[in-house]
């Protein structure tokens, strides 16, 4: 799949989940709803898994962004993907869940005297990211799905098996149906050209 092939694809996703949203939003369409939920909630819901390590919590937290895409509907405009702005509601919820349970050191603040007999306050860094370096990453992680999206087969789905769904080669080469050779070859290729890909478009976003 070319640049040109993949920008055009990428447009027409674009505009698709955008019209969803405008009949979801406008007009209360629950099929069209329900339609960003087919198309999105398995890709949320590993995402989730991903941070969350436990099935369960991934999928309550994965109802529940959608829950809140729901009621927000009015906020997103199509100056960024859907599933990007669907993944940043996850990602707070997500902060909102380890705040809850104690299970994230929030940033602290320090107090120091300075040399005139004043006092400063300083942020102490907290080990774990903010809301906003999430998010980062998450909008990396979106550019870079769409930079896979320009890989042609097989080294498209090899990719996605391999870091998105993080499968070992073992699983990929059983799923493919492929000897365990193949899969290494057919992924360090990809390697190659992901980084051609990524070269020529000056990085990530």
Same mark, same amino acid.
């Given at each position: ?38 198309? &999105?909630?398995?890709? !949320? ?48 919820? &997500? ?16 107090? @120091? ?10 942020? +102490? ?23 896979? @999206? ?7 789905? +090899?990719?996605? !098996? ?13 799923? !493919?149906? +492929? ?5 290494? +070859? ?6 190659? !050209? ?12």
């Amino acid at each position: 799949m070319d640049t040109t092939v993949a920008q055009k694809a990428a447009s027409e996703r674009m505009q698709r989940d955008y019209q969803l949203v405008c009949d979801a939003r406008d007009h209360g369409s629950r099929k069209a709803f329900a339609a960003l939920m087919s198309l &999105y909630r398995e890709p !949320l819901r590993m995402l989730l898994l991903r941070m969350t390590r436990n099935t369960d919590t991934a999928d309550d937290l994965t109802m529940e962004t959608f829950g809140k895409a729901f009621m927000q509907l009015h906020r997103y405009a199509p100056t960024s993907t859907f599933s990007a702005w669907l993944y940043s509601i996850g990602v707070h919820l &997500y902060i909102d869940h380890l705040r809850r349970n104690r299970l994230v050191t929030l940033p602290l603040s320090s107090l @120091e005297q300075t040399t005139d007999g004043d006092y400063i306050e300083y942020p +102490i860094p907290s080990p774990q990211p903010n809301p906003e370096e999430t998010y980062m990453r998450i909008e990396r992680d979106e550019s870079l799905r769409q930079i896979v @999206e320009q890989l042609r087969d097989p080294y498209r789905k +090899i990719v996605q !098996l391999r870091y998105f769904e993080e499968m070992s080669y073992e699983e990929i080469a059983e799923k !493919l149906n +492929i000897p365990l050779g193949t899969v290494k +070859i057919r992924l360090a290729r990809a390697k190659t !050209l992901l980084h051609s890909i990524i070269s020529k478009k000056g990085g990530l976003v």
